[in-house]
């Protein structure tokens, strides 16, 4: 491994490190991390963008398990949805506008906070060829078609956004 290549991933697990001890993760449900700048902006003298972001943390549900039906062999939902709660992540962004609006430098901002997320992966049900037991052909299963369903995977977020513009915003 090549040394810029190493000094550059020690850079990234300090600064994730650092974010992560200056918040406990299991606190929050969000880890944050900055993008510093400040080193390249005090040496060219201008004015960088300010970045930063937020990335969730998932947390896995418990699933609901089989369920017995009255007149199948097999349970209802063989293989149950998992719930997954997490987050999409979120962005923040500051970026100078120099002399579009006037003499003044202006910004631009950009806000995206990290917004909830709800998940179900696939399940399936299943069910056998055979019938449940018969009292009247002496306790022998029946003949059916063999039935396979999927249970279909659920998404649901509402992300959000605010952009804006002024003088230093």
Do not use: W, Y
Not at 1 to 21: D, E, F, N, P, Q
Not at 72 to 79: C, E, M, Y
Request: hydrophobic share 45%; proline share 15%.
């Amino acid at each position: 491994m090549k040394s810029t290549t190493r000094g550059t991933l020690a850079a990234v697990i300090t600064c994730v490190a650092a974010a992560a001890a200056v918040t406990p993760a299991a606190a929050i449900g969000t880890v944050p991390v900055p993008v510093p700048l400040d080193g390249v902006e005090k040496s060219l003298n201008v004015e960088l963008p300010t970045i930063g972001g937020e990335i969730p943390l998932p947390t896995p549900g418990a699933p609901e398990g089989p369920r017995f039906v009255e007149g199948r062999l097999i349970p209802d939902r063989v293989v149950p949805q998992l719930p997954v709660a997490a987050g999409l992540p979120g962005v923040g962004l500051r970026a100078p506008l120099p002399e579009i609006l006037g003499n003044d430098f202006n910004h631009l901002g950009l806000d995206a906070p990290a917004s909830d997320l709800r998940t179900l992966s696939p399940g399936l049900s299943v069910d056998a060829p055979l019938t449940a037991p018969n009292p009247d052909r002496f306790g022998l299963p029946g003949l059916q078609l063999p039935q396979a369903g999927v249970l279909t995977p659920m998404l649901q977020a509402v992300p959000g956004a605010a952009l804006g513009v002024g003088e230093g915003l």
